[in-house]
């Protein structure tokens, strides 16, 4: 289940945003599809992809999604989400804004901009979405 470590992602008390895959074609990428995942109650190193990864090593959003989704841009947010050792003192709209910074950061033409996204998420990693939801439909003043 090791995952290469140019693609690791250590999410002690920092967050991490890594492209999984991008067709080499961007005029071809139609949507957005961001993992979130959630609660890492046994402070495991790399959770952001050991969530998502099957016991025989199948990182299913990099291995498989992009097969059924070639017209994608498929990413991965990790955050520090223990419930114990090494627990972030940070909050769910913390996380939600570093996970706002840090794809709003990855897109820069107009384009970019107007790719719909679909979120992927499960457990705290909803309600991260759902503050991101929050944050971005609250009114400007």
């Known amino acids: 289940m090791a995952m290469p470590e140019s693609s690791m992602c250590h999410c002690g ?3 991490c945003f890594s492209t999984l895959y991008a067709s080499v074609l961007t005029n071809l990428l139609h949507i957005s599809v961001m993992f979130v995942h959630g609660l890492n109650p046994l402070n495991r190193e790399a959770y952001a992809y050991l969530a998502w990864t099957h016991e025989d090593g199948t990182f299913w959003p ?8 070639p017209n994608a841009r498929i ?25 706002l910074d840090r794809f709003s950061h990855s897109r820069k033409s107009d384009k970019e901009l107007c790719r719909p996204i679909v979120f992927i998420a499960h ?7 759902k503050q991101v939801a929050s944050i971005l439909s609250a009114p400007c003043m």
């Open 13 to 15: 008390s920092r967050a």
């Open 62 to 69: 990099r291995d498989l999604l992009p097969h059924s989704c």
């Open 75 to 99: 990413m991965l947010f990790g955050y520090n989400s223990s419930v114990a050792l090494g627990a972030s003192k940070f909050h769910i709209h913390d996380h939600a804004n570093e996970l």
């Open 123 to 129: 457990s705290l990693g909803g309600l991260v979405v």
